[in-house]
């Protein structure tokens, strides 16, 4: 398997703490059969500042320790930067990083309170560059949550979403479990991917969402979803079905 967004990078951000921690977590996400982890660490959020340059060379040094120990997990560089205005001019000044480093594919924050006004123009100035943006965990964002069709528009218009397997499987309560059902019920999610933070019971829970995505939908919505990862690591295109909006009586409100 293959987890697309990890905070696995040793004293960075708030994931790993240190070296040993990061290691200990490599060890973990290969216990529950991850072979490919990608190292995303936070970028702008108020709290981390983590340029391209410092991610490759930690992935770099993380990959030699790794090798050394025979722990068979690659990391994989990425970035998970908040959305902001100059988001696009600091990519193109070398201080963005897409997932491997293959100017295909952008991991993009949104806040948790709401979805900025301006987010649908800088998708669309993205993509103009071959760039397709990838919303994480939209489950969480409250905005989204009440006017879901706000996502539907963005995905409408080219931008690929992730949702986080705690959310799927009910870690995060039952009406994020619903909720993430829903966006991928409406083809309004293409990833699901730990978001580990840290080395504890709760990382790595990819085994755990693919079952509740076989028991919920059946596989062929497993091998879609693990089909996107690899198309992503390899800077291929993905499979994408036809977004479909969430009518208002399926939604529920907090």
């Known amino acids: 398997m293959i987890d697309i967004h990890c905070h696995i990078l040793p004293g960075i951000d708030d994931g790993a703490r240190d070296l040993i921690e990061s290691i200990g977590m490599a060890k973990h996400a290969a216990s529950k059969g991850i072979t490919a982890i990608f190292a995303t660490p936070h970028h702008k959020n108020s709290r981390y500042y983590n340029k391209a340059n410092r991610i490759l060379a930690k992935v770099n040094k993380l990959n030699s320790i790794l090798k050394r120990k025979e722990i068979p997990v690659k990391i994989f560089p990425g970035q998970e930067p908040r959305i902001y205005g100059e988001l696009l001019n600091d990519y ?51 905005q989204i949550r009440e006017s879901p069709n706000l996502l539907h528009q963005l995905v409408k218009n080219g931008a690929a979403t992730q949702i986080t397997a705690s959310s799927l499987i009910g870690k995060s309560g039952k009406q994020l479990r619903k909720f993430s059902l ?31 995505l076989n028991e919920e939908l059946g596989k062929d919505y497993v091998e879609r979803f693990k089909m996107n990862t690899s198309a992503l690591l390899n800077g291929k295109g993905i499979d994408r079905e036809e977004a479909e909006r969430i009518e208002k009586n399926k939604w529920f409100y907090f």
């Open 92 to 142: 193109k000044a070398g201080k963005i990083l897409t997932l491997n480093n293959k100017h295909k594919y952008l991991l993009i924050e949104l806040p948790n309170s709401h979805v900025p006004a301006y987010a649908e123009k800088l998708f669309f100035d993205i993509q103009m560059e071959g760039i397709i943006p990838i919303i994480v965990h939209p489950e969480r964002n409250v």
């Open 182 to 212: 829903q966006l991928i019920k409406h083809n309004l999610t293409h990833f699901i991917a730990s978001d580990s933070h840290r080395l504890s019971r709760n990382a790595f829970k990819l085994v755990e969402a693919y079952d509740v």
